[in-house]
Antibody, heavy 122, light 108 residues
Framework: QVHLVESGGGVVQPGRSLTLSCAAS????????IHWVRQAPGKGLEWVAV????????YYADSVRGRFTISRDNSKNTVYLQMNSLRAEDTAIYYC???????????????WGQGTLVTVSS | SSELTQEPAVSVALGQTVRITCQGD??????ATWYQQKPGQAPVLVIY???SRPSGIPDRFSGSTSGNTASLTITGAQAEDEADYYC???????????FGGGTKLTVL
C-alpha cells in the first residue's frame, strides 16, 4: 500500500519561512511525480506545485511562485516544500499526492497523504 | 490559467441517482478526474480517465464527458456517499493543474 506522510506544519508569523516534508514508502518513489495541494479552512482544494521524478522539472501555482520552492531527495524518499514570505492566505492543510499519467490526456492523483496544517498568524 | 466550475451543492434522496457536473474549456483537451472528500479526511480518487475507478470504489460511481462538461454520476446513492466532490484537470498549458470549487453532496 502506497504511503505518503506529511510533516513540518505549525504556526508561523507572517513573513517567516517553513519547510514541509512528504515522506513516501511502499512504491518506487524515484520514478514518481509528486504534487503539493492545499486546502484553506472551509475552502476547496488548490494545486500548489509539482516536481518531476528526477527533480529537474518543477511548476508552481501563480499564488506561490517566487515564494515557494519544491525539491526532493530520492535517496530519502522525501519531497520538500520550502515556503518563504508566508502570508495569512497561505494558511491551509497541505497535502502531498502522487501524480499518475495515463496517456497525454489523462492525469490523476492516486494517493494522498493525510496533510499537515500550516497556520500563518501573528 | 483555466477554471473549472462546479455547482456548490447538490442533494439526492437515498437510493436515487445524482449527477455532479464540472465545466471548463480545458476539459476539451484533458479528462476530468474526480475526488471524494469527507470531513477531516484527505481526498480520495473516485474516477479517472473518463470512467475508470480505482480498486475499492463502488461501481455506482461513473464518469462521462461531453464537450467542455464532465459529469460524475452516482447511481443509487448511499448515506456514505455524502461528501464534498472535486473535479480536477490539467490547465491549458499542461503544466499546471486546476480544481473545481467543489460540490457538497447531501444524501437525504
Amino acid at each position: 500500500q502506497v504511503h505518503l506522510v506529511e510533516s513540518g506544519g505549525g504556526v508561523v508569523q507572517p513573513g517567516r519561512s517553513l519547510t514541509l516534508s512528504c515522506a513516501a514508502s511502499e512504491f518506487t518513489f524515484s520514478t514518481s511525480v509528486i504534487h503539493w495541494v492545499r486546502q484553506a479552512p472551509g475552502k476547496g482544494l488548490e494545486w500548489v506545485a509539482v516536481i518531476w521524478s528526477d527533480g529537474g522539472t518543477k511548476y508552481y501555482a501563480d499564488s506561490v511562485r517566487g515564494r515557494f520552492t519544491i525539491s526532493r531527495d530520492n535517496s530519502k524518499n522525501t519531497v520538500y516544500l520550502q515556503m518563504n514570505s508566508l502570508r495569512a492566505e497561505d494558511t491551509a492543510i497541505y497535502y502531498c499526492a502522487r501524480g499518475m499519467s495515463a496517456g497525454t490526456t489523462s492525469y490523476y492523483f492516486d494517493y494522498w497523504g493525510q496533510g499537515t496544517l500550516v497556520t500563518v498568524s501573528s | 490559467s483555466s477554471e473549472l466550475t462546479q455547482e456548490p451543492a447538490v442533494s439526492v434522496a437515498l437510493g436515487q441517482t445524482v449527477r455532479i457536473t464540472c465545466q471548463g474549456d480545458t476539459l476539451r483537451s484533458y479528462y476530468a478526474t474526480w475526488y471524494q472528500q469527507k470531513p477531516g479526511q484527505a481526498p480520495v480518487l473516485v474516477i479517472y480517465t473518463k470512467n475508470s475507478r480505482p480498486s475499492g470504489i463502488p461501481d455506482r460511481f461513473s464518469g462521462s464527458t461531453s464537450g467542455n462538461t464532465a459529469s460524475l454520476t452516482i447511481t443509487g446513492a448511499q448515506a456514505e456517499d455524502e461528501a464534498d466532490y472535486y473535479c480536477n484537470s490539467r490547465d491549458s498549458s499542461g503544466n499546471h493543474w486546476v480544481f473545481g470549487g467543489g460540490t457538497k453532496l447531501t444524501v437525504l
